[in-house]
T-cell receptor
């Protein structure tokens, strides 16, 4: 069974540029999460989807961050414009509905903003 | 949100047992105790979880104190592949649903 797929694995951009990250969750997993992990810290939740509905986006900086999961499968996280402080690893995870105990994480996208 | 406290780092010799402690003195009755680990350059992976009773699986054992204010993740025989950051997390399905609050975890070094 394929795991959570994320692309790109690495991205380097200049500040004020836009950037997008893509995530394909494990087949059949209705719940999808985006996390941000700063260097030396644990992951922090940005947004959680149940199917195509964002049910928890309280930690998403909405002035510059946006996310979508149009068909309830793949998801895209966008930053526009990027700032220096956005440099981090962006992790996508998925879980089966009703089984939030086990979240499956992708390898993440390491973003560097210059 | 109930918080956890873990040592920043620990070392273990290969093929010896490892006991990773976690304090959670403000745990509530509905908080589950989860352990995840993160290998270098990878996303976190599930290790084990429990509520009140000790738990065993193929990866590890979870020992939960009787008052639930602390727990210990036990790796029975450490291997080099166990070198990772281990996160102890409390999840309250009633109040926070699926949300995990990761701390800074314990960085485990396994010495050959």
């Amino acid at each position: 069974e394929a795991g959570v797929v994320q692309s790109p694995r690495y991205k380097i951009i200049e500040k004020k540029q836009p950037v997008a990250f893509w995530c394909n969750p494990i087949s059949g997993h209705n719940t999808l999460y985006w996390y941000r992990q700063n260097l030396g810290q644990g992951p922090e939740l940005l947004i959680r989807y149940e199917n195509e509905e964002a049910v928890d986006d309280s930690q998403l900086p909405k002035d510059r961050f946006s996310a979508e999961r149009l068909k309830g499968v793949d998801s895209t996280l966008k930053i526009q414009p990027a700032e220096l402080g956005d440099s981090a690893v962006y992790l996508c995870a998925s879980s089966q509905t009703g089984n939030a105990d086990t979240q499956y994480f992708g390898p993440g996208t390491r973003l560097t903003v210059l | 949100d109930a918080k956890t406290t873990q040592p920043n780092s620990m070392e273990s010799n290969e093929e010896e047992p490892v006991h990773l402690p976690c304090n959670h003195s403000t745990i509530s009755g509905t908080d589950y105790i989860h352990w995840y680990r993160q290998l270098p350059s990878q996303g976190p992976e599930y290790v084990i979880h429990g509520l009140t009773s000790n738990v065993n699986n193929r990866m590890a054992s979870l020992a939960i104190a009787e008052d639930r204010k602390s727990s210990t993740l036990i790796l029975h025989r450490a291997t080099l592949r166990d070198a990772a950051v281990y996160y102890c997390i409390l999840r309250n399905p009633v109040n926070t649903g699926n949300q995990f609050y990761f701390g800074t975890g314990t960085s485990l070094t396994v010495i050959p």
